[in-house]
Structures are given as structure tokens and as C-alpha cells.
């Protein structure tokens, strides 16, 4: 499935930094600046740090993100939610941001994740070229085949700056995506507990 993506780019079919910063230069002559000029010197150079870091979801492996779990779990086997995940992206049709936080949810089956497993995992994935569904499939699919709980429930809520900053610019409007496998998938009454559980404030 092409949501499904562990690690991508191996580090030999990439540019040079050289190549990142010379880039950055003709984006800056392309804008209208002069990548010459005192103010603008430096920038290839930071946005090419900055890309670095933004984009390190794809130097992780998801496999060993989530290769820990615990089986002493002293029988609970009822939802195990982590709510309110903050997380940046950016859409990978305009490469502008996205903001906003991850709701996940499984129901164990013998064995459980750490809980910065979890963040871990939203972290991953957002810091990835993305669209918010393609986001919430990975998240959720990642979790159900490492952990095989007896489902998985992950709700995004985001706002999109290619639409707040350009094209239709309505700021402060939010987009909403689930996805549940298994029990939530399957159960309605399952689906109702965990949307509660995360608005329950």
C-alpha cells in the first residue's frame, strides 16, 4: 500500500549540500531578490539546515521507532490513548506547512507501545512531504502491523497554509481525517468511545 513507506531516499541518490544551497539561490533569483545582497548570504544555507531538520522523517526507519513493546500489561486490555500530539508538516503540493495535532488510540492485544513510541510515530510521518489522509492511513497502518492490536483509531486535526496563505486564503479554517482498523473499524459503539475520549476535556 502506498501509505506504507519505512525509509526513503537512501543517501546516495541525494543531492550534495551544494546542490540544496545552489538551488535555494536560483528560488531566490526566481522570487524577484538578489541571493548576493547582505541580508540573503546565509539563506541557502539556513534553509538547507532547515530542510534538514523538517524533513528528517525520511532518514527514520518506522520499524525500529516502534520495535519495543512490554507484555507485562497486568491484564488491561481497554484503549490506550495518547490525545493532543502537536505536529508540523508540510503538504507535498506546495510544500507549505501544516499545523496541527494527532489523536491516537489502540486497543492492546497482550502486549502494549511506549508512549513517546506513539508521538514518535506522528512525528515520523510529519516530517515527511505529505497529505493529511495519506498522514493518518501511515500512522494508523504503522501501529496495526507492528503492535497487531485488536485495532487502531487515529483522528488529525490540521490547518493547511496552502489555503490559508495562498489560493482560497481562508486562515483558521481546520481539516478533520480518521482512520480505524479492527475493533474501531468494525464497531461503531468503538468509534463513538474514542471521538469522546478525545473531546473530552
Same mark, same amino acid.
Given at each position: 500500500m502506498d501509505a506504507i513507506v519505512n525509509k526513503l531516499a537512501p543517501v546516495d541518490q541525494r543531492p550534495s549540500r551544494e546542490e540544496a544551497e545552489d538551488a535555494v539561490r536560483v528560488l531566490l533569483r526566481w522570487a524577484g531578490d538578489d541571493p548576493d545582497r547582505e541580508g540573503l548570504l546565509d539563506t541557502p544555507k539556513r534553509v538547507a539546515k532547515a530542510y534538514r531538520e523538517l524533513f528528517s522523517g525520511y532518514d527514520a526507519d518506522i520499524e525500529e521507532v516502534l520495535g519495543t513493546t512490554f507484555e507485562e500489561v497486568a491484564g488491561y486490555d481497554d484503549i490506550v490513548l495518547v490525545r493532543d500530539i502537536p505536529f508540523f508538516s508540510h503538504c507535498e503540493h506546495h510544500m507549505l506547512p501544516v499545523i496541527g495535532k494527532a489523536h491516537v488510540a489502540y486497543l492492546p492485544d497482550g502486549r502494549v507501545l511506549g508512549l513517546s513510541k506513539i508521538a514518535r510515530v506522528v512525528e515520523v510521518f510529519g516530517r515527511r512531504l505529505q497529505t493529511? =489522509?495519506?498522514?493518518?492511513?501511515?500512522?494508523?497502518?504503522?501501529?496495526? =502491523?507492528?503492535?497487531?492490536?485488536?485495532?487502531?483509531?487515529?483522528?488529525? =486535526?490540521? =490547518?493547511?497554509?496552502?489555503?490559508?496563505?495562498r489560493g482560497v486564503q481562508k486562515s483558521g479554517s481546520t481539516t478533520l481525517t480518521t482512520t480505524f482498523t479492527g475493533r474501531f473499524k468494525d464497531n461503531a459503539a468503538e468509534q463513538a468511545r474514542f471521538m469522546s475520549m478525545v473531546r473530552g476535556r
Open positions: 493529511q =489522509e495519506a498522514m493518518t492511513a501511515q500512522i494508523a497502518a504503522a501501529i496495526d =502491523e507492528s503492535l497487531s492490536p485488536k485495532g487502531v483509531a487515529v483522528f488529525i =486535526e490540521a =490547518e493547511h497554509m496552502c489555503m490559508a496563505m
